[in-house]
């Protein structure tokens, strides 16, 4: 800890990780009250279709539903596995 | 115009009660009549922290039921002049709590001349939360500086944004958010989010800060309100909060 001191950086604090995980999973969780009743169930059936092709985990497939002007987006994001 | 100012959280043992105490003893110290209504159907605790516990003879869902008058159920307290209290009941369960039963005894209130109606939430989403949410025209969000206390403040502002009557006709409740149990040694030190941080999070107007402190434990353990208390830190940061509101 005194090292920390010494070069005149800071510790990444637990509060800044909190703030963080906190900044995510809210704005995550407003885009699905917002989106449609069935994004949560579409999400999840999407997961399971694309793993029966890739071994990716759940955090892997983000979809979200963005609007723009009078239409909507449905945006989805696969990380696929470094192979 | 009677104002309804529900104080809630989403998450359990944040500080609801103690703040709803607080507020609508500062409000009606401030000279307007309160009264503060206890929707823990279950598990009635309000009572106690305003000290008239044994003073309870009928409740919220007695009126409801009309087992009793609201003349007969309201506990004028005996400190300050313009504050009543209505108490929750004890045995009912929270289904007693119907829409209209809630809505005739608002609107009795605001007729015989209530000018703040503070309803003290249960923890939770179900019954007695979206109860004393639906008629809220204010909202105070009661959050603790940690990371499910806050979560649960955005679902429960997502509920006011969209299922209050406010919100149902196209209208908005008005949100405030109170940071409680706050320790600002430990904010310093970055082992605990910053009321700031909580405020960028939430993206809700602040109102106020009260810190952890041990007044509160003797506020409660003696039935009065710790805004009562002048003398600690709480009691003057709840009454910097209602002065700010009010
Ligand atoms: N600022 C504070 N400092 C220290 N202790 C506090 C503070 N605020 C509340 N507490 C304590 O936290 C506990 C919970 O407070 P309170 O009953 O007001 O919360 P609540 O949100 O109403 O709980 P519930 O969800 O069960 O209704 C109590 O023991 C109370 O004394
Ligand atoms: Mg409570």
Excluded at chain 2, 128 to 146: K, R, S, Y
């Amino acid at each position: 800890m005194a090292l920390f001191g010494l070069f005149g950086g800071k510790k990444p604090s637990s509060a800044s990780a909190a703030k963080e995980r906190l900044q995510i999973l809210i704005s995550h969780e407003r885009n699905n009250r917002s989106g449609p009743d069935f994004l949560p169930d579409l999400q999840r059936e999407i997961l399971q279709v694309v793993k029966k092709y890739v071994a990716v985990s759940d955090d892997q497939v983000n979809i979200r539903l963005d609007r723009h002007g009078d239409a909507s987006v449905l945006e989805l994001n696969v990380t696929l596995p470094e192979r | 115009m009677a104002i309804v100012v529900t104080v809630t959280s989403g998450k359990g043992g944040v500080g609801k009660t103690t703040s709803s105490a607080a507020f609508a003893a500062g409000l009606a110290q401030a000279g307007h009549k309160t009264v503060v209504i206890d929707f823990d159907v279950g598990l009635r605790n309000l009572d106690l922290i305003m000290g008239v516990e044994r003073r309870v003879v009928f409740d919220f869902v007695n009126v409801i039921q009309g087992e009793a008058t609201l003349n007969q159920a309201l506990i004028q307290d005996k400190r300050i002049e313009n504050l009543s209290i209505l108490a929750a009941s004890q045995t009912k369960d929270k289904d007693a709590l119907s829409e209209e039963g809630v809505e005739s005894v608002i609107d009795a209130l605001v007729e015989m001349g209530f000018e703040y109606i503070v309803c003290d939430s249960p923890a939770g989403i179900e019954r007695g939360a979206t109860m004393a949410l639906h008629f809220a025209d204010h909202a105070i969000i009661v959050t603790n500086p940690e990371v499910s206390s806050v979560r649960d403040s955005d679902r429960i502002l997502g509920i006011l944004q969209s299922k209050s009557k406010r919100a149902k006709e196209g209208g908005r409740v008005v949100e405030h958010l109170l940071i409680t149990r706050y320790d600002p040694v430990r904010v310093e030190n970055g082992e605990m989010l910053s009321h700031a941080d909580v405020c960028d999070i939430l993206a809700v107007d602040l109102m106020g800060v009260i810190p952890e402190s041990k007044a509160v434990l003797k506020a409660s353990n003696t039935g009065v309100p710790v805004i009562l208390d002048h003398e600690s830190d709480a009691g003057v940061a709840y009454a910097d909060a209602v002065a700010g509101f009010g």
